[in-house]
């Protein structure tokens, strides 16, 4: 630890800590444009000057000390940046004296110089840097006269980011990123002085799956998502912690709506599992909550047709097509992308029927060495921690076999598509009973003699175990549209229908029955959780090697799923 004097004040920080984090840890926040904790450090804004001083040295080259018995301090003569250097012992800190606050002015007021001021048509309004720290350290007056800079406006720089020039203040934080982080070198700045652009390299898009992070990181609003562009003011957004759920990683997001529709996804941080950031693919995979292939009411086939039926008669219907069933006839196909406290039920009601034949689809698709997973499901740990399976997929030639055979006369159908396991269309409608649990209307809904609609991973609540074995929860931002209800609900009642009474009120009481029963849940509940998770499982090898993670390449594996937006 070495002993650092922060506006006057002496505290202990680690070696390798940065001069400007010690502010903030000591409660100074220093204003900065370029410096991000997550990527390197350029000094290139001067946003974060401040004064600096080492100990003064005596004849006997030790530090002399003053009355406090503290060393005294010797202070430079200019102004230095705080982002790029790490305290040492017996430095000296000013953020607030005249010479910072007037370095401050002066850096406020070189970067407004050519900025155009358009915060009313600016998507970063509201949580904009440039307004937050021109309203703290800035002037409220321009002294510049002459005309401003004209600068390209309205520049695609890749399918999700939209630059504009003028706003930019060359921070070169997203340059930074996508060689550090991304590594895809593709952004660069050109030309000198007041003219200074940033622009992609010759020939290159900034098109890689991680290309919306630098919208992120972009301290002012010159990068803008192509999505979220122009769709609403920021500070009408209502933000909801959750995690993302199109791959085993689990990326911490925000999720940010109004009145039921979701805006945008951004990430948290969360360094035990996705740093600051989170990829393209995860964080566009919403829409498909509000399709119009959303399934709104319970369904129950009657005679020769479907009839939207509340959902007692829904319950009841489906526990009695499952009844005069044994377990030897009854299969489930499940989903890697249901909830422990999903599993854990389904779980329940496979043992009171004594099915055997229940395994989840593994989904798999290209990953990277970066974040995304080549497991697609966002709980297949959840699943073989739960008994649900063991090699996921591995069971589900069998159940296919098993219904082509006849010997299966139930089927349920968890949020996945059976007509993808192998099981044709004729030998669903050959089935006596094929009950169906999902969000979306698909090839198979049809052939359904009970629909059951459930909501999707941002209208619940509920936990799922990551790739690495960390326990997350998703939290609930949007209310789930129609008639369609928690899945943990409808399994429940099933469950209830079928062996009575199960003293499951809450989605705590279902967490609390599995930490009594799941060694590795003891002790835990949701609210135990909390925001970051809590390791419960060893991490597991990726089961298969990483690949180019190009965007174009996840897009087309995903679309071939579905037109438009995957799920
Ligand atoms: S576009 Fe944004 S992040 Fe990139 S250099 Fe300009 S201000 Fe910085
Ligand atoms: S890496 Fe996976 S969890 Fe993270 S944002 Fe992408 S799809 Fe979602």
Redesign the pocket.
């Known amino acids: 630890m070495f002993n650092v004097q922060v506006d006057g004040v002496w505290r202990q920080f680690p070696k390798g800590t940065r001069v400007i984090e010690a502010c903030e840890q000591a409660g100074s926040y220093v204003p900065r444009?370029?410096y991000h904790k997550k990527l390197s450090s350029p000094g290139n804004c001067r946003m974060c000057l401040i004064e600096m001083g080492l100990p003064k040295l005596g004849p006997d080259r030790k530090p002399e000390l003053g009355a406090d018995g503290k060393p005294v301090i010797n202070w430079m003569p200019r102004p230095q940046i705080s982002c790029a250097q790490d305290v040492a012992e017996g430095m000296g800190v000013r953020t607030n004296s005249p010479l910072v606050k007037e370095c401050q002015r002066g850096v406020m007021e070189f970067l407004l110089i050519n900025h155009p001021l358009d915060c009313p048509i600016c998507d970063q309004a509201g949580e904009c840097r440039l307004q937050e720290f021109s309203v703290e350290y800035g002037t409220s007056e321009s002294r510049f006269l002459e005309n401003k800079v004209k600068k390209p406006k309205n520049v695609e720089l890749g399918p999700r980011v939209t630059?504009d020039d003028e706003?930019?203040?060359?921070?070169?934080?997203?340059?930074r990123f996508c060689q550090e982080i991304a590594k895809d070198d593709v952004?660069g700045?050109v030309d000198r002085g007041s003219n200074t652009v940033?622009t992609a390299h010759p020939g290159k898009r900034l098109e890689n799956n991680y290309s919306l992070n630098?919208v992120d990181?972009?301290?002012?609003g010159?990068?803008t998502s192509s999505d979220f562009r122009f769709k609403m003011r920021v500070w009408f957004l209502k933000e909801t912690k959750s995690i993302c759920t199109s791959c085993a990683t689990g990326c911490n997001t925000v999720i940010a709506t109004r009145e039921d529709m979701i805006y945008r996804q951004t990430p948290r941080e969360n360094d035990a599992v996705n740093s600051c950031w989170m990829c393209d693919y995860g964080r566009l995979n919403f829409d498909y909550l509000q399709s119009e292939r959303r399934l709104l009411e319970p369904r129950i086939f009657l005679g020769n047709k479907f009839a939207a039926v509340d959902w007692p008669t829904a319950i009841a219907h489906a526990a009695l097509q499952l009844k005069p069933f044994s377990g030897w006839e009854i299969a489930v196909v499940a989903s890697g992308r249901m909830t422990n406290e999903e599993l854990w039920l389904m779980a329940q009601l496979a043992r009171a029927l004594d099915v055997q034949l229940i395994d989840i689809v593994a989904r798999t698709g290209p990953g990277d060495d970066i974040l995304l997973s080549t497991d697609r499901n966002p709980n297949t740990n959840g699943a073989r921690l739960l008994g649900i399976t063991s090699e996921p997929g591995a069971k589900l030639p069998v159940i296919a076999e098993a219904v082509k055979s006849g010997r299966v006369k139930a089927l349920m159908a968890l949020g996945e598509n059976p007509i993808d396991t192998g099981i044709s269309v004729e030998q669903l409608s050959n089935l006596r009973a094929f009950i169906v649990m999902d969000i979306l209307a698909n090839t198979a809904t049809e052939h359904a003699t009970v629909v059951l609609p459930s909501l999707g991973f941002a209208e619940k609540r509920g936990s799922t175990i990551n790739g690495k074995g960390r326990l997350q929860r998703l939290n609930r931002a949007v209310r789930g549209p129609g008639n369609a209800r928690d899945d943990w609900e409808i399994l429940r009642d099933l469950l209830q229908a079928l062996t009575g009474s199960n003293g499951i009120y809450s989605i705590e009481d279902v967490f609390r029955q599995m930490s009594e029963a799941v060694p590795q849940f003891a002790g835990l509940t949701l609210s135990k959780i909390g925001d970051l998770g809590v390791q419960v499982m060893q991490a597991r090898e990726s089961p298969s090697p990483p690949v180019d993670p190009a965007v174009s390449d996840i897009e087309k594996a995903e679309a071939k799923k579905t037109s438009g937006r995957s799920r």
């Open positions: 444009y370029c630059l706003r930019c203040i060359l921070c070169s934080r997203c340059i952004l700045f940033l630098t990181i972009c301290p002012v010159a990068l």
